[in-house]
C-alpha cells in the first residue's frame, strides 16, 4: 500500500494542471508544514527563527514547471531578489535552485546566462549556491553545465549525489577530483530500476558507500536525511577518522523531524535546514507526500478544516 501511495503521489507531482490550479488559490491541504509562505518576506522570517534556533539555512524558491524565456528569466530574478533579501537581513542560508527552473530544457545558453548572473551576485555578498539534482532524465545535462561553470571559474557552487542511482559513485569519484561540495540524499524522484536501485536496503548502503567516500575526499560534505540509522553512521564515521565539524553537515526539511534537528544542534553538529518557498509549491508538496505517505493525515486535517 506504501508503494502504491508513493507512485501516486509522485505521478501527481507531474500533473501540470493540478500545479495551475495550485498557484491561484495558495498554500493548501497542509502545505505550509513544508514550505515557508509564498513570499520572500515569509522565507526570511522562516531564516531568521531557524538561525535563532542555531541552524542554518538553504533557500529555495520553488519552480520547475517552467516552459518559456521569460519564466526562466522572472526565476532567475526572484533568485537574485532572494540573495539581496539574504544579504540585507544578513541571515546564514545559502542558495538552492533548480537549473529547469533556470531554463535547462528550452536552452543551455539560456540556462547558463541565468547561472552566471545568479552566480556572480552571490559571489559579491560571499554566497553559496547549491544546483539540486532532479530525475535520470536531466542527470547528464546537469553535470555538463556545473563543469562548464567550474571551467568558467565560478567556485562558490555545488552540486547534489543522490544516492539510488547506480552511478552514483562513479560520479561521486569524478566530482571529488573537482573539489565538490556535494549534498548527497537518497533520491526522490520515481525512476526505472535499469538506472536505480529499486530496493531500500541497497539504497542504503550506496548511500552510506558515498559519504564514506566524500568525507574520506576531504571535500565538503552535506549529508541530508532524516534517516536516524544513517545520522549514526555518519557520526561514527567522522569520529573514527577524526573530521572536524566544519568539514560536513547534516541537512534537513523545513517541517519534517524539528525535534532531530535541535537535538543535533544541541550535540555541536552543523545543521541546514531546506526552507522552500513560493507560489509552484504543488510539486514539491507532492513529492514530500510520497516520501512519507504517513504525512496524508496532515493533508486530510486540511482538507477538513477548509
Known sequence: MEQ?????????????????????????????????????????????????????????RLGEFVTNEQEAVEMANHCVEALHGMAEAQVD??????LTSMGLDISQDLCLDNMRRILNTAREYGYFVRIDMEDYAHL?????????????GYDNVGLVIQAYLYRSVEDVEALSKLGTNLRLVKGAYKESP????????????????????????????AVATHDEAIIAYTKN????????????????????????????????????????????WYGYFMRRLAERPANVGFVLKGIFKK
Do not use: C
Open 237 to 280: 564515521l567522522v569520529k573514527e577518522w577524526e573530521i572536524p565539524h566544519d568539514r560536513f553537515e547534516f541537512q534537513m526539511l523545513f517541517g519534517i523531524r524539528t525535534d532531530l534537528q535541535q537535538r543535533l544542534v544541541e550535540k555541536g553538529y552543523r545543521v541546514r535546514i531546506y526552507v522552500p518557498y513560493g507560489d509552484d
Open 93 to 98: 542560508s545559502y542558495l538552492s535552485l533548480k
Open 140 to 152: 547528464e545535462s546537469t553535470l555538463d553545465l556545473y563543469h562548464q561553470l567550474r571551467e568558467e
Open 194 to 221: 535499469e538506472v536505480a536501485f529499486p530496493d531500500k536496503k541497497d539504497v542504503d548502503e550506496n548511500f552510506k558507500k558515498i559519504i564514506a567516500m566524500q568525507l574520506k575526499s576531504g571535500n565538503y560534505a
Open 4 to 60: 502504491i501511495l508513493r507512485n501516486f503521489f509522485l505521478f501527481m507531482a507531474k500533473n501540470r494542471t493540478l500545479n495551475r490550479g495550485a498557484k491561484k488559490y495558495g498554500l493548501r491541504f497542509g502545505a505550509g508544514r513544508f514550505v515557508a509562505g509564498e513570499t520572500l518576506e515569509s522565507a526570511l522570517s522562516v531564516i531568521r527563527e531557524l538561525n535563532q534556533r542555531g541552524m542554518s539555512v538553504t533557500i529555495d
